[in-house]
């Protein structure tokens, strides 16, 4: 199935954020579509400041550290790993728990599978996982509240802080943007990166979940090492130099295969690495 433009050109954004440059025959082959379609799309990313092209390919003018997309744009990206990741997630999550859902595309996946289960208590920063949540029965939903982040739809700002610093739950779940296993976890935002800092603190377990395309990124603001994480969700594409030492530094590793059929929540323990048993670190 051919990718949508918008979808196209953030692929292209994304490329860009990661290797700086690109060829014209590499987004042909990676996009799956003709050579006019990636002119066209070039122009277009051109126009608005994003890259300049070059005789056979394209170079970014923007940084890679504060790429920022939509959250339409990030909702579509890898929509397939996300709900693999979201399958494996919500094996972890307990009736009767209290949890901390991040304002992520990849954790949302995860809200859409929890709309049937039982005394769940979930408190999130994300306006689309309260309605999301709110068609449930069972899981009691509490808002931070904060600034509105409108293209991430992402609640932050000193009402979300001050919400964040008087609560503690028995797991957060997280998204990650970025993610390098020496430099640690970091996202385009300042105030994001705050948020994130304090959903790890308030945790007993922390749950994080990222695709292959989040590894090997740098982001402008820097959220902690990847010891702040007792769990990492990713797919069965990431390469493995950067699980390696993620497991060596004591990360509990679980590997979604996208071949696997989505049948709901199981006790099947396909895909995992173990690294250690899910206590708190902290």
């Not at 996300?82 to 949890?99: F, S, Y």
């Amino acid at each position: 199935m051919s990718l949508l433009a918008e979808e196209r050109r953030f692929r292209i954004r994304e490329i860009l954020s990661r290797e700086r440059s690109v060829t014209a025959s590499e987004l042909i082959r990676t996009l799956g579509v003709t050579a006019a379609t990636i002119r066209r799309d070039l122009a277009v990313l051109e126009q608005e400041g994003v890259l300049e092209r070059s005789h056979g390919g394209a170079v970014s003018r923007t940084s890679s550290t504060n790429f920022q997309p939509s959250y339409e744009a990030l909702g579509r990206s890898n929509r397939a790993q996300k709900q693999a990741i979201a399958r494996e997630a919500e094996r972890l999550i307990l009736d009767g728990e209290t949890i901390f859902l991040e304002a992520s595309t990849t954790v949302f996946e995860l809200a859409r599978r929890l709309l049937r289960r039982n005394r769940l208590n979930v408190i999130t920063n994300s306006p689309p996982i309260v309605d999301e949540l709110q068609r449930s029965q069972h899981v009691s939903v509490i808002s931070t509240g904060g600034e509105l982040q409108k293209d991430a739809f992402y609640l932050s700002g000193v009402w979300a802080q001050r919400a964040l610093s008087e609560i503690r739950v028995d797991k957060a779940v997280l998204g990650v943007s970025a993610i390098d296993p020496a430099y640690g976890i970091s996202t385009a935002s300042q105030a994001e990166a705050q948020i994130k800092k304090m959903i790890l603190k308030s945790a007993r377990v922390s749950i994080a979940l990222a695709d292959h395309s989040k590894f090997g990124n740098q982001g402008f603001a820097y959220v902690g090492p990847v010891t702040d994480i007792d769990i990492l969700v990713t797919d069965s594409l990431t390469d493995p130099q950067y699980l390696r030492p993620l497991r060596e530094a004591g990360v509990e590793l679980i590997l979604a295969d996208l071949r696997t059929p989505d049948s709901g929540s199981d006790d099947t323990e396909h895909g995992k690495v173990r690294g250690r048993s899910g206590g708190n670190k902290r």
